[in-house]
């Protein structure tokens, strides 16, 4: 467990270095926007592509992306039951549907490389090759469908995919491993002094974006489907890789990725396809909070399977 705590507590700090960053106003928020555009285009691709060519799979992985898979399609599902919850708006639901269905790439990253080093980064990398897709296809959907004023331009979400720099690092980082391509020394280093600024930049913006202020909107509908999602998605990942045969570290990484709060992206996303904008607000502060509480949970069943 003091391993554990020693990877996440630092986690929690910078996060929560970001958001005082911009209470204190010695950051503005535009330079978090522009921070989180680099991030998006040049670092986190530079991290997965040298995360994953660098990395050597057996068949365990691809189990690990099934489990996964299987736990967003279900959870997302399972959110479609808020239409009996009293007085449930349309784009509520597809809000929630959302909020099950993301995951915070960053924590996942850090959590991966400090506890399991680069094996476990490489495994995450490959996590975030699978689940990002099914995320962006199934919240498109679903706060689309739930809209009560659609937008203008109807969202295409596979064509939106084929436009994300993290889908080309991921299956730019798959070939070279599946090929046993190496990279050059010198590539290999401008791609790890980029990687090392994407976790520490993107966990400082993941805090300075979250809206404390939306806690005190906050109520029962939050922190009931925010325990669906913290809760939720770790335990029917557990079932499924158990069915499946999923054991040992591609187990335990599956449960850290399952574990993290939705994405703050996906603010954004339910403003543009017309979801519930404060909903998604309180989804990403309460989830990023209480995940420091859940995150350890999840840390003892692995540790209880022993899967670390």
């Known amino acids: 467990m003091s391993a554990f705590l020693t990877a996440l507590v630092p986690v929690i700090l910078i996060v929560a270095l970001g958001q005082f960053l911009v209470r204190r106003g010695l950051v503005p928020p535009e330079a978090f926007r522009a921070l989180d555009r680099l991030s998006f285009l040049v670092l986190l691709p530079a991290l997965i592509?040298?995360?994953?060519?660098?990395?050597?799979?057996?068949?365990?992985?691809?189990?690990?992306?099934?489990?996964?898979?299987?736990?967003?399609?279900?959870?997302?599902?399972?959110?479609?039951?808020?239409?009996?919850?009293?007085?449930?708006?349309?784009p509520a639901i597809g809000t929630i549907v959302q909020s099950n269905v993301r995951w915070n790439?960053?924590?996942?990253?850090?959590?991966?490389?400090?506890?399991?080093?680069?094996?476990?980064?490489?495994?995450?990398?490959?996590?975030?090759?699978?689940?990002?897709?099914?995320?962006?296809?199934?919240?498109?959907?679903?706060?689309?469908?739930?809209?009560?004023?659609?937008p203008g331009e109807r969202p295409r979400p596979l064509l939106s995919l084929t436009r994300n720099p993290l889908i080309y690092a991921c299956l730019i980082g798959?070939?070279?491993?599946?090929?046993?391509?190496?990279?050059p020394v010198i590539a290999d280093e401008s791609l790890k002094?980029?990687?090392?600024?994407?976790?520490?930049?993107?966990?400082?913006?993941?805090?300075?974006?979250?809206?404390?202020?939306?806690?005190?909107?906050?109520?029962?509908?939050?922190?009931?489907?925010?325990?669906?999602?913290?809760?939720?998605?770790?335990?029917?990942?557990l079932v499924?890789?158990?069915?499946?045969?999923?054991?040992?570290?591609?187990?335990?990484?599956?449960?850290?990725?399952?574990?993290?709060?939705?994405?703050?992206?996906?603010?954004?996303?339910?403003r543009e396809l017309g979801g519930d904008t404060t909903l998604a607000a309180n989804f990403i502060a309460a989830q990023t909070l209480l995940a420091a509480l859940t995150l350890p949970l999840t840390w003892l069943v692995i540790l209880w399977l022993g899967a670390a």
């Open 105 to 150: 790439t960053i924590i996942g990253l850090s959590l991966g490389g400090l506890l399991f080093g680069d094996e476990g980064l490489a495994l995450v990398s490959l996590a975030a090759a699978a689940m990002i897709p099914v995320a962006n296809v199934i919240s498109v959907y679903a706060l689309v469908s739930h809209a009560e004023r659609p």
């Open 240 to 270: 499924v890789g158990f069915a499946i045969g999923l054991s040992g570290l591609p187990l335990a990484i599956a449960l850290i990725c399952a574990a993290t709060p939705t994405a703050p992206n996906s603010y954004v996303l339910a």
């Open 193 to 237: 002094m980029l990687a090392n600024a994407a976790i520490a930049l993107g966990l400082l913006s993941a805090g300075a974006g979250v809206d404390l202020g939306a806690l005190k909107r906050a109520g029962l509908k939050t922190f009931t489907w925010s325990a669906v999602r913290l809760l939720g998605l770790p335990a029917i990942t």
């Open 174 to 183: 798959i070939a070279l491993a599946s090929f046993d391509v190496r990279l």
């Open 49 to 90: 592509i040298r995360a994953l060519a660098n990395a050597e799979f057996d068949g365990a992985p691809w189990l690990m992306l099934g489990a996964l898979i299987a736990a967003q399609v279900l959870v997302g599902a399972f959110g479609l039951t808020a239409h009996f919850w009293p007085g449930m708006t349309r």
